[in-house]
């Protein structure tokens, strides 16, 4: 077997943070990397690294990530039209700059996404139709297709957006707005300001494109609980599997080249959670990487890891022969992090 796993934001960004990485074992992984070869590149934004696996370039994760939602309707209406994801999000100025937060950093119920989503589609209809697949996860699909090339969400939820959204001239940019000022007056956003909750005062638009599906499958299967890594293998019709528990139960139905996306860890980052980050890592380590260390040279002969990452996109690649290579010493993964930062 083949096994290719992409985990976003395996090395936690900030190597000085003590109380993350400090004394955090992990005898598995510490062994694998020590053995793999890296190959570096530049940083991307996990959802283009994911699409990048089936060869997709400029992908339409709109129409792909609601083509894996995990309902008939989201799956029919994903077959046909221009869709973008139109995530909700909330902006706030802080020290006279614009910050992103998505759905993932406060709690949206789906009775209010809903009523927001339905008011949307009575005032701008002439756009298109908004659909919720879930109270974080928002799509359009647009009358007339448009290029609207934007950073996917992972690249922007909690960080500064200023340009991206006032000096764009992109060409839903003039539209926007008026969806921004429209959200401002909303009952449903009222509501949550009164209760002193975000509101939802504006979407990123992303993703947008027709469904396409790359010209061959990169993989004999999928093991993904993220829409958009469905949506990718229904696209190919290769088998789909929820994430499993621990690696002894994927080896038995993967095939040959099966993809596990492991993406506890993005949020973690994303939301700057230290202790969960931290929590998730550590069942990571017995769950998957320390078996994969017995693993390798038996079941499993080939490991690609795909790390998304602050420091680059970093690609370790090992065989089964690389077992052999006692000389090789494992690092604490807080060395890993300090040499990764220089």
């Known amino acids: 077997m083949h096994l290719t796993l992409l985990v976003p934001e395996l090395i936690w960004p900030e190597p000085a943070d003590q109380f993350t990485l400090g004394k955090l074992s992990a005898p598995g992984l510490e062994w694998l990397l020590a053995r793999a070869r890296l190959e570096r590149q530049a940083r991307q934004p996990y959802e283009t690294v994911l699409t990048g696996c089936f060869g997709l370039a400029a992908a339409p994760c709109g129409a792909l990530r609601l083509l894996g939602e995990g309902n008939d309707i989201a799956q029919d209406k994903a077959r046909s039209g221009h869709w973008l994801c139109a995530d909700p999000v909330h902006l706030r100025f802080h020290q006279e700059r614009i910050i992103l937060a998505d759905a993932g950093a406060f709690d949206l119920a789906d009775d209010e996404a809903h009523a927001i989503v339905a008011a949307l589609n009575a005032e701008f209809a002439d756009i298109g139709q908004f659909h919720v697949a879930s109270a974080r996860r928002w799509y359009l699909q647009l009358a007339v297709a448009v290029d609207h090339p934007v950073a996917p969400i992972s690249a922007v939820a909690g960080r ?65 609980n993220n829409p958009l890594a469905a949506g990718l293998a229904r696209a190919c019709d290769i088998p789909l599997y929820e994430r499993p528990a621990a690696l002894a139960d994927m080896l038995a139905q993967g095939g040959q080249q099966p993809l596990l996306v492991l993406d506890q860890l993005l949020s973690r980052v994303l939301y700057e959670d230290g202790d969960g980050w931290r929590s998730d890592f550590e069942q990571m380590e017995s769950d998957w990487f320390a078996p994969l260390k017995k693993a390798l040279g038996g079941k499993v002969d080939r490991i690609s890891l795909i790390a998304p990452t602050v420091y680059g996109e970093l690609r370790y690649t090992l065989t089964g022969g690389d077992r052999w290579k006692l000389w090789k010493r494992g690092k604490a993964i807080v060395e890993t992090a300090k040499e990764l930062a220089l």
């Open 160 to 224: 500064r957006v200023d340009g991206e959204i006032s000096g764009s001239a992109l060409p839903l940019t003039r539209w926007l707005n008026e969806v921004q000022m429209f959200l401002h007056g909303l009952p449903v956003n009222e509501q949550r300001q009164a209760a002193g909750q975000p509101v939802i005062n504006s979407l990123w638009l992303w993703g947008g494109g027709a469904l396409q599906a790359p010209a061959a499958p990169a993989f004999s299967a999928v093991f993904s």
